[in-house]
């Protein structure tokens, strides 16, 4: 079976908005647009655009109404809050404008940043492609510890509490044993891009840039891997355990917060798999399902459970 893609489909796009909102980016940017692309990967129905623009510069963009989604337009005013304090060794594409506006149409949050010349990684994965997504986990860990600013933390995010009690499984009662050491296993001081994942994330001819930054976060410096190993597991990057036991990161954590950190990730994504779906994004509730399952085969193999 063919693993689940993180495209969330029915993304607004360029010609969708209002005048008053393309006016409002097109100050931003400091020029007319005359091209748009629309970037279709993820889980989010904003715009979300290359534009091209008529001195020949490019810059990405992305537009919401609250009416749409309250959740979208509170991730661009995050992400743009983000971005704005991300250190300049984070490989992150550059704030040039964030803000709202009002129109007829409701209310937009909006956030203009420099375009990424670069690419996605294929899916299945090519091993070259690979190897520099997992290096990328330690360039972020080394950047980004300390913190540079303060950010929720994760080991207090409720999302991720007492899923196992209303899951079943053979194993229920271990899996809750582990999921209630999820926030002493995540406490740290780094802050986390916290949703790490191959489209998420764009290779270019000298390096690469880590995109979409709503779900930063603070905890331990090893967290970026290890959740997003499930995510390249399904789509054709190998054993997620051979890939965390040969990565520097995987020396830092005790095994048992390993395996509480994958009891409390296949718990939250398992849980929100079997929730109605949510408007807009038909396909996530299978995304979430395909991540869950792989973390639990995860532990499961580590555990030595049948």
């Excluded at 209002?18 to 940017?29: G, H, L, T």
């Amino acid at each position: 079976m063919t693993s689940p893609l993180a495209v969330g489909g029915n993304r607004a796009r360029w010609e969708d908005l209002p005048q008053s909102v393309r006016a409002v980016i097109e100050q931003a940017a400091g020029a007319r647009v005359i091209g748009a692309v629309s970037q279709p990967g993820g889980f989010s129905p904003a715009m979300a655009s290359v534009l091209t623009l008529a001195d020949g510069h490019t810059v990405f963009a992305k537009a919401v109404t609250e009416e749409r989604s309250e959740y979208a337009a509170a991730a661009i005013r995050r992400e743009a809050d983000i971005l704005a304090g991300l250190p300049p060794q984070v490989p992150s594409p550059a704030l040039i404008w964030g803000g709202d506006h009002i129109d007829e149409a409701g209310d937009w949050a909006i956030m203009v940043t420099e375009a990424v010349d670069g690419w996605t990684p294929a899916q299945p994965w090519q091993p070259d492609e690979l190897r520099r997504f997992l290096d990328a986990a330690t360039v972020l860990a080394d950047s980004l510890t300390p913190a540079p600013f303060h950010a929720p933390a994760l080991a207090e995010d409720a999302d991720f509490a007492e899923n196992w009690a209303n899951l079943t499984h053979p194993r229920q009662a271990e899996l809750a044993e582990l999921e209630f050491g999820w926030a002493a296993a995540t406490e740290g001081d780094a802050l986390l891009h916290g949703d790490l994942r191959a489209d998420n994330f764009l290779l270019t001819t000298t390096g690469f840039v880590v995109v979409d930054w709503p779900a930063a976060c603070l905890g331990a410096r090893w967290l970026d891997l290890i959740v997003s190993l499930p995510s390249v597991a399904m789509h054709g990057g190998g054993d997620p355990e051979a890939l965390w036991s040969a990565h520097p990161l995987s020396r830092e954590p005790d095994p048992e917060a390993v395996d509480a950190v994958l009891a409390g990730l296949a718990g939250y994504f398992l849980a929100r798999a079997v929730l109605p779906p949510v408007p807009l994004l038909p396909t996530l509730r299978d995304f979430q399902r395909a991540q869950g399952e792989v973390a639990l085969r995860w532990l499961s193999g580590r555990r030595g459970w049948s």
